[in-house]
């Protein structure tokens, strides 16, 4: 992911379906503890965009993120086994240039997108969701 932060995140893994501030909240609600977790995150077209839901992921604590193209949003589009390429930085620019003000539009925890194959095993195996389509 372009401008993810080099780091390792460790953590539970919590499906944390859009990435909204709604779904994070409505989850924490229902008892989910995002704090020093692996959000996993489903991106879908039009919806909202990968670098909010990496910084609302981080506002809730987690110490990660997993981003995955939604497998009925983008079936026909990409290949089961393919990953979305997606920059997490939340505003236009090069962070790296002296003239770019914007501090805080690149992440501090590292983002990695999966295909939908791969979430579809994470989510299967590695926490309680269930009906994850295929």
């Known amino acids: 992911m372009a401008y993810s932060a080099s780091a390792i995140g460790k953590g539970p893994l919590l499906y944390a379906h859009l990435g909204r501030v709604k779904d994070f909240a409505d989850l924490s609600a229902a008892g989910f503890n995002f704090s020093g977790s692996v959000a996993a995150v489903r991106l879908r077209r039009g919806a909202a965009a990968a670098a909010d839901a990496v ?3 981080r506002r809730f604590g987690c110490a ?4 995955f193209p ?3 949003e983008y079936a026909g ?11 997490v930085k939340a505003r236009p620019g090069d962070p790296s240039s002296p003239y770019f003000v914007g501090g805080g539009s690149v ?6 997108s999966v295909s939908p194959r791969l979430a579809r095993h994470l989510l299967t195996n590695y926490t309680r969701v269930k009906g994850v389509p295929e």
């Open 77 to 87: 589009l990409i290949l089961d086994d393919e990953a979305l390429a997606r920059s």
């Open 55 to 57: 910084a609302n992921a």
């Open 70 to 72: 939604d497998p009925l």
């Open 64 to 67: 990660a993120a997993v981003l």
């Open 107 to 112: 992440p501090d925890i590292p983002v990695v």
